[in-house]
């Protein structure tokens, strides 16, 4: 059904990103994610295409290298970046 939403622009920024990981629509990555809300079945994030859903509340997406990021390199790069 189409329909006219007023979406903040971070949540349709990160739907869109979703949708081009998934290479489906954003109009179904939005759709399966809130009913995954409302339903309170998971985040919905991640359930289709990435395979990795979340972790502690963070969405968790497949990183396309051998590498395993650690909390290690996350400090680095968060001294790199003087946060």
């Given at each position: 059904?189409r329909t006219?939403?007023d979406?903040?622009?971070d949540?349709?920024l990160?739907v869109?990103?979703?949708?081009g990981?998934e290479?489906?629509?954003a ?5 399966r994610?809130a009913?995954a809300?409302l339903l309170?079945v998971g ?11 979340m ?9 396309g ?5 650690s909390?290690d390199?996350?400090r680095?790069?968060m ?5």
């Amino acid at each position: 059904m189409r329909t006219t939403l007023d979406i903040d622009d971070d949540i349709l920024l990160a739907v869109k990103e979703l949708a081009g990981r998934e290479k489906t629509s954003a109009g179904k990555v939005l759709s399966r994610v809130a009913r995954a809300g409302l339903l309170g079945v998971g985040d919905g994030v991640g359930t289709s295409g990435s395979g990795k859903g979340m972790r502690n509340g963070v969405p968790v997406f497949a990183s396309g290298g051998d590498e395993v990021i650690s909390a290690d390199h996350v400090r680095e790069l968060m001294d790199e970046e003087g946060v």
